[in-house]
């Protein structure tokens, strides 16, 4: 469907309400799984600023939350300090916990659909839990691509040291090529299709 993802309050309003539910709450536990790693490995910038917390405000911000309601796609940030880490592993580490997040919110929403057709619930939260485990494993695989502004940069410099190099000379560039790549080519189709393609494993699972 055309037009901006506010029109879906006239048009679908349960549709634009468990959407904007779905995200919402995943992005902060997103957000939270970073905080949380990033204390436990030795930093706590994030805990400090207020990051251990559910609440969008703290994990999303009002221009995040306004475009989600407007356009439908949203972000959120947690501050961190590599250099506070234990080890080098631990920046990988910290930056996977928010995809592994997600991983682990899809799963359990595949599980709420399985348990909502056991138990013969209405349709609703059936299709509810779909939207839930295919949004989560959107994010988590769109959160692992290997851009600067994404947490799979990070993740994969582990593996590639000199992607730090990179990112600390190149980072607005190689973030706007990211971008472009991922709004204005096919690659977003791959990543809703790959995640899907996760979800629908799962949902598969669950029955």
Do not use: K
Not at 48 to 62: D, S, Y
Not at 195 to 206: E, K, S, Y
């Amino acid at each position: 469907m055309g037009g901006l993802f506010v029109e879906q309050l006239f048009r679908a309003p349960w549709h634009f309400m468990s959407w904007t539910l779905i995200v919402v709450f995943s992005i902060c536990v997103h957000e939270y799984a970073h905080a949380r790693a990033a204390l436990w490995r030795g930093d706590d910038t994030a805990a400090a600023r207020g990051h251990l917390t559910l609440n969008p405000l703290a994990q999303m911000g009002w221009l995040s939350l306004a475009a989600l309601l407007i356009l439908g796609f949203a972000w959120g940030a947690v501050p961190v300090r590599p250099e506070r880490f234990r080890r080098r592993e631990d920046a990988a580490l910290v930056a996977f916990s928010g995809p592994a997040a997600n991983l682990l919110l899809c799963i359990a929403a595949a599980v709420g659909y399985g348990l909502s057709l056991r138990f013969g619930a209405a349709a609703g939260p059936a299709a509810f839990f779909t939207m839930a485990a295919r949004a989560n494993a959107v994010l988590f695989v769109l959160n692992l691509l290997p851009a600067p502004m994404l947490d799979g940069w990070s993740v994969f410099a582990l593996f590639l040291p000199a992607m730090e190099d990179w990112r600390s000379r190149y980072e607005p560039t190689l973030s706007w090529i990211a971008m472009l790549l991922i709004f204005a080519t096919p690659l977003s189709d791959v990543v809703w299709s790959a995640g899907d393609g996760l979800a629908g494993a799962f949902l598969r699972a669950a029955v």
